[in-house]
């Protein structure tokens, strides 16, 4: 049996309405759930792209992406793992402002999780902290312990390959080749 994995599917696509749904239902029929969901536009102009991040096998995950990648409305779909990307979160914390000051100098939380803060008044205060999920959990755990948390949010995955560009514009470059050859 093998072995459930944390990984990375890069999708890439026109801003089509409704294309989400149809991504998820392939999902959904094969029992898996969603982790993290992160969509924005791409570095390429008109290109949207999807990170998504599920446990699953090899196997699946293979059949997924090829799944996804049938789609006519996607460009192109791609999975990976952790060592193959460069990848953070970002996370709001939203704290009580006399609790937090009450714990005196919040120099060394800010110092130690190198977090940023985004607002504070007399009543609350909302740090930032981009990093990975176990740094992002660390500090929600240690502040609920220490203080309380009002609020919290957590962004699902962004990533970045560790190639030199985008793996679409591999994908592009080598169809203009094709139809310059041809033609």
């Not at 994995?5 to 898996?32: A, D, H, K, M, P």
């Not at 990170?51 to 059949?63: L, W």
């Not at 607002?119 to 500090?139: P, S």
Request: proline share 1%; aromatic share 8%.
């Amino acid at each position: 049996m093998q072995e459930s994995t944390l990984y990375t599917i890069t999708i890439f696509s026109e801003n089509t309405v409704g294309l989400l749904n149809q991504i998820t239902i392939i999902f959904t029929r094969r029992g898996i759930n969603i982790e993290t969901l992160s969509v924005s536009p791409s570095a390429i102009k008109g290109i949207h792209k999807f990170t998504i991040t599920v446990f699953s096998t090899k196997d699946m995950i293979e059949k997924v992406v090829q799944q996804i990648d049938k789609r006519v409305d996607i460009l192109k779909a791609y999975y990976s793992t952790d060592d193959e990307l460069v990848f953070q979160e970002i996370a709001l914390y939203k704290i009580a402002t006399n609790k937090l000051l009450a714990l005196g100098s919040i120099e060394e939380i800010i110092r130690k999780y190198n977090i940023q803060i985004l607002e504070m008044n007399e009543t609350f205060m909302v740090l930032q902290k981009t990093g990975h999920y176990k740094e992002t959990q660390g500090l929600f755990d240690e502040l609920k312990d220490s203080v309380g948390v009002l609020q919290f949010i957590r962004s699902g995955r962004i990533a970045i390959t560790k190639s030199k560009v985008e793996r679409l514009s591999d994908m592009l470059a080598s169809i203009e080749e094709k139809v310059t050859n041809e033609g």
